[in-house]
DNA sequence: TTTATAATTAACCATATGGTTAACTTATTG
DNA sequence: CAATAAGTTAACCATATGGTTAATTATAAA
């Protein structure tokens, strides 16, 4: 049981939970990158992209070093461990109490049952 | 590479992103709960809770089953599966890339060289 | 049938978020 | 030095978020 810091995991989901932001993630995992380059493949400001920048920063998610006026991005993986070390403890915990849960649906109610699940809405 | 449907992930990392949501789902990784019993630890509202059981629900993270007034809350671990693939998928890919320019820091500058990294403001 | 219980919905509020354009700072280059 | 380029900061705007209290719905119990 490891004891996850409960404002760096808010400040990295939180930071996840933008399609922006990951398609960021995702190319800096192809190496680093300027600014300018980052913004390029968006339909966005500069301004709307340094924000998302300063976010996925105070997540700790990137880190940028300044040289000149270019300000070159790269990743920096801690706190993902963390985000993924959340999910993972608890993935664990849910499957077994799912599974539990639908071997019991099995025993008491049998294979033939009438389905007791509720109706999705996907 | 999978491929992850854009908003799930959004709707999943936004859900993970508020710590009201995540102890609420790591109260129910112990078994089913009524809305009243997972209310009684926060210093909220019900209506709040019900809120974030509505956000939790629409990530699809929980599903609830209604029986008479009562409604059960039991966890639903499919997106948290999504979640955690994009990471998992990402951070084998960060670390590579993470480790591939500490070597090469390693190289170039070598292990006396003066420390090039930015200032961390902890 | 009246009353109490479980939970949601409605209406409202303050603040956060994600975007914009304009102005500014700091380097680089002619 | 003047002009350009990289990027951030400022000011603003619309909408989303997270909370509140009051009202509402639906079931259960007296």
Redesign the pocket.
């Known amino acids: 049981m490891v004891n996850y810091k409960d404002d760096t995991l808010t400040a990295t989901f ?1 930071a996840l ?2 399609p ?2 990951r398609a960021i993630l995702a190319r800096l995992a192809m190496g680093e990158e ?4 980052l ?1 390029e493949p968006f ?13 996925l920063e105070g997540a700790g998610l990137i880190r ?1 070093t ?7 991005c790269r990743l920096a993986p801690e706190p993902l461990d963390a985000a993924n070390g959340w999910i993972e403890e608890h993935r664990k915990i849910w499957r077994q109490q799912f599974d539990r849960l639908a071997r019991f649906l099995e025993q008491t109610s049998g294979p033939d049952a009438p389905d007791n699940t509720k109706k999705e809405n996907t």
Chains 1, 2 share one sequence.
């Open positions: 939180h939970a933008d922006t932001r300027r600014v300018s380059t913004a339909a966005m400001s500069l301004p709307a992209i340094s924000k998302h920048l300063k976010v940028r300044i040289d000149g006026r270019v300000h070159q």
